[in-house]
């Protein structure tokens, strides 16, 4: 039997709808708004990493020209400061005291770009000009900057009341019963390394508009962001009113990767500046201060072992993991390594683990999510202890990893840390990545390679996320008019797709052109409530929701056009854009109907899926790169990933998810590194010193599918969002690591993996040789 792809539902290959406006220079971001009167703001920022300060005389700076306000902690008291909510339970039961982010520094400043003053004025150079008119006085003090150094007995204090720079403990696993299955090991494999810091660099820096309405006695904020709502309870904590004194609009929105999902302090600086001044102010980021101050990702330092028999199946695993939060505790900052403990056995059935994370304070730049949010790290850090363990148990890298995969009639599998997974055939798409890599020949394509003066490897990632996290996303729906329809939902695209993707869920319901199907996200006033975008959570429930507020519209179009086609409702088929009696001519266009409605709510959909579990996609990233021990220059000279989503939507956007996933999780492993100095001076604080990836550095992709439905979600899907970043950093590394222990016997290299680290890795075992 043929099965036939729908024009527009579910499956189908739909181009984005919202490209044509962004291509042709009519998308609208928020530092395109200028509400009439705008005046512009600019932050005063601590040029040092640690120090006591106070500041001089503000006459000069507010008599400069075009200044308007000019603030400073001491006129921000009234504000709370940003408080994360996301401190875990530590092994005693106590939650350990936050460290939260000021609105404006008060006494001390803690990493270079915290907060000082903020200054509005009618241009942001003026503004600028004036800040350089504000004398601060710096007391400078000894910063704690490294990851692996920040609990050394004699580590400088971040927050010296605290006595310690360990922000909170967390522990999951039983000690007892690891400790027991270490003690009978044939084998222990240790590594040690560090999951290198990262800068977000979405296109689109941040920026915020605040204005104060005074005949609505409310806040309007216009920001970029991956939900309103979330902005909106914040914000109003901050300023101790009701959500209703605040509404949150977000236009078009270039990037967000977790990053944009915060509330900054700049949000509350505009707004506060709006109600005094009584005219909208706007700040926008330029790229040095994203590299500054937008929260950073990844930053662990990490010791892993596995205990193994002497067959190569795994006994136990034990880590240590320090998770730099920076110098606050941020929005989420906590939950990233803590969520990210909870995938620590991957894709393998280990029976004991004794997992511990110590999150700890540095004089830096405070860390949260970053696509992916945990999970990549936790997939880096299992992959690459496997990969070892093969090394040292002298099995091939497959077979270790089929002797230890969670077998198909194991699911559904408890794993160790609590998660559920419901359904995965690991060693099928294990094995058909390694059909499509050729696998089995790589050896020829080594030789090769040797004829010509370069090294070559072949890595692999066998990974699992956790994504979609119970709850729902619920979906509205309303036929206008002139018979397009409207979704309002409370998700927001940062540039997945999402008016593509739910129009397809709606077009599916109602056979209607999805470009008649308008999808609206990015207002608090339009939606009570939303959870945003973030943890490939949109389309795994909104567009489930999106579907079933689809069906309900369509009830209710049949039910109105029977009423006027005297008909039965089951005799009503719809059909691009018109109600039909089946078999018929009469029909009744959707304009007509919404005309006929006796009653709006008639004209309106509602749906929401309410997700009891996470769903787990997985899948098998296969790199291959090839490198020059001259230069040590990496090239990825092929690159494979066959990745179980449960079900696709759209296959074009999904390859587009993927692909900018692996580019990411590639740029981690061999070009991406944030960098201190001793003295918290940020080093790679522009593109000329930060390598971002480039399309030169990942060559065509092969990207299929081999879905098993999740039994979570009510259409099967499993989220892919993150999926690719999450495989591709270890696959990547692996393959650099595989070409150099191939060579020279090297089995670690931290990452980035540059060209210099590489040349002066193999320099130094060349020359101990």
């Not at 926008?284 to 500054?292: K, Q």
């Not at 997700?611 to 020059?628: A, K, L, M, R, S």
């Not at 060579?743 to 193999?762: D, L």
Request: proline residues 5%; contains cysteine; hydrophobic residues 40%.
């Amino acid at each position: 039997m043929t099965v036939l792809t729908p024009k527009f539902g579910m499956g189908a290959s739909v181009l984005r709808k919202e490209d044509q406006s962004f291509i042709t220079g009519k998308g609208r971001y928020t530092d395109d708004i200028a509400p009439e009167g705008t005046l512009h703001g600019y932050v005063l920022r601590s040029p040092v990493a640690k120090a006591r300060f106070s500041i001089g005389s503000l006459d000069e700076a507010r008599a400069a020209p075009g200044v308007h306000l000019v603030l400073t902690g001491a006129d921000t008291a009234h504000l709370k400061d940003l408080k994360s909510g996301a401190m875990p339970d530590q092994p005693d039961g106590t939650k350990a005291p936050t460290r939260d982010i000021p609105v404006l520094c008060r006494d001390r400043v803690q990493y270079v770009g915290d907060a000082v003053a903020f200054i509005v004025a009618d241009s942001r150079a003026e503004a600028q000009d004036a800040a350089e008119l504000i004398d601060v006085d710096y007391e400078d003090e000894e910063p704690v900057v490294g990851t692996a150094e920040a609990l050394a007995d004699d580590a400088p204090l971040v927050w010296p009341e605290l006595g310690t720079n360990r922000a909170f403990l967390f522990h999951v696993g039983d000690k007892t019963r690891t400790e027991a299955a270490f003690a009978e090991a044939d084998r222990v494999v240790r590594i040690t390394f560090l999951n290198n810091r990262l800068v977000c660099n979405y296109m689109e820096t941040r920026s915020a508009i605040g204005e104060w309405r005074d005949d609505e006695d409310r806040f309007i904020l216009t920001t970029g962001s991956q939900g309103v709502h979330s902005m909106q309870a914040v914000l109003a904590r901050v300023f101790d009113i009701p959500l209703g004194k605040l509404r949150v609009v977000t236009p078009d929105v270039g990037g967000g990767f977790g990053t944009k999902n915060f509330v900054y302090r700049e949000y509350a600086l505009v707004m506060e500046a709006a109600r005094r001044i009584g005219r909208p102010v706007k700040w926008t980021s330029d790229r040095g201060e994203h590299f500054l101050t937008d929260s950073q990702g990844r930053d662990n330092f990490v010791t892993a072992e596995m205990a193994l028999d002497k067959d190569g199946r795994f006994l136990a695993l034990r880590t240590e993991i320090l998770s730099n939060m920076g110098a606050y505790i941020h929005q989420f900052g906590p939950y990233i390594p803590v969520g990210g403990a909870s995938m620590a056995t991957g894709v393998y059935d280990i029976q004991a683990i004794d997992v511990t994370v110590k999150g700890v304070y540095t004089n830096t730049c405070p860390v949260d999510a970053y696509r992916g949010a945990g999970r990549p790290e936790a997939a880096f850090l299992i992959e690459k202890l496997v990969e070892e363990c093969a090394r040292q148990a002298g099995l091939p890298r497959e077979e270790i990893r089929r002797r230890n995969f969670i077998k198909r009639e194991q699911f559904p599998y408890r794993t160790q840390t609590g998660r559920l997974y419901d359904l995965c055939e690991l060693d099928a798409h294990m094995t058909l990545a390694m059909q499509r890599a050729g696998w089995s020949t790589f050896e020829d394509r080594l030789e090769e390679a040797k004829t010509r003066g370069r090294i070559r490897g072949i890595g692999m990632s066998t990974y699992i996320e956790a994504c979609a996290f119970p709850g729902s996303e619920p979906a509205h729906l309303t036929l206008n008019g002139d018979g397009s329809v409207t979704l309002a939902i409370g998700t927001q695209s940062n540039g997945q797709g999402h008016a593509t993707a739910y129009a397809q869920f709606v077009a599916e319901k109602l056979n209607l052109d999805i470009a008649q199907i308008h999808v609206h996200q990015g207002d608090t006033d339009v939606l009570e409530k939303g959870g945003g975008t973030g943890g490939s959570r949109s389309i795994p429930l909104g567009g489930v929701s999106a579907a079933r507020a689809g069906e309900n519209l369509a009830d209710k179009i049949r039910k109105i056009a029977a009423d006027e086609l005297e008909a039965a409702p089951e005799d009503i088929e719809l059909v691009d854009g018109v109600a039909r009696i089946v078999g018929t001519d009469r029909v009744l266009d959707f304009a007509a109907v919404a005309s006929a409605a006796k009653n709006p709510d008639d004209l309106k959909g509602f749906g929401e899926f309410k997700q009891e579990e996470p769903t787990y996609p997985n899948g098998t990233h296969i790199c291959e790169v090839e490198i020059d021990p001259a230069t040590g220059r990496t090239e990825v000279v092929a690159y494979t990933v066959v990745d179980d989503f449960g079900a696709t939507v759209n296959p074009i956007l999904l390859a587009g998810q993927v692909h900018g996933g692996i580019v990411q999780g590639v740029g981690q492993a061999l070009t991406e590194e944030t960098v201190y100095g001793e003295d918290g001076q940020l080093l790679t604080a522009t593109f000329m010193d930060y390598q971002m990836p480039r399309a030169d550095l990942v060559p065509p992709i092969h990207f299929e599918t081999r879905n098993v439905p999740s039994k979570a979600n009510a259409l099967g899907m499993k989220g892919a969002g993150e999926a690719g970043t999450v495989g591709a950093t270890p696959a990547a590394l692996n393959a650099v690591v595989d070409a150099l222990y191939r060579a020279y016997g090297i089995s670690h290299i931290e990452m980035p993996a540059t060209p210099s680290r590489i040349w002066q890795t193999i320099a130094e075992v060349e020359g101990t040789r």
